[in-house]
């Protein structure tokens, strides 16, 4: 069943969110389990909603696309929730 991953971003600014996030879209729209992205600020930082068909394919596109991307010493403080239910509909 699919997951919720939460990061909340200690210092980062909507700036450096955006710069993260316009760089990775073509290899969220191409990474296996994708569901869906969503982002807001939260009191000094930002925060970030993915969902993940898995825990495992969401953790193989962090480490290997969004870690390098990451200012230096911007720490992700991430939980992970499996979900009962996952969909999304056309817009």
Do not use: N
């Not at 869906?36 to 909603?49: L, Q, T, Y």
């Not at 068909?53 to 953790?59: A, C, H, I, K, V």
């Amino acid at each position: 069943m699919a997951i919720a991953m939460r990061a909340e971003v200690a210092g980062q600014t909507k700036d450096g969110y955006q710069e993260v996030v316009d760089s990775l879209r073509p290899l969220y729209s191409a990474a296996p389990g994708f569901i869906a992205h969503m982002s807001h600020p939260i009191d000094g930082g930002w925060c970030v909603v993915d969902v993940w068909e898995s825990r495992d394919q969401f953790e193989a596109f962090f480490s290997q696309h969004v870690v390098r991307k990451l200012q230096p010493g911007l720490r992700p403080k991430i939980s992970v929730q499996q979900l009962h239910d996952a969909f999304t509909t056309a817009a």
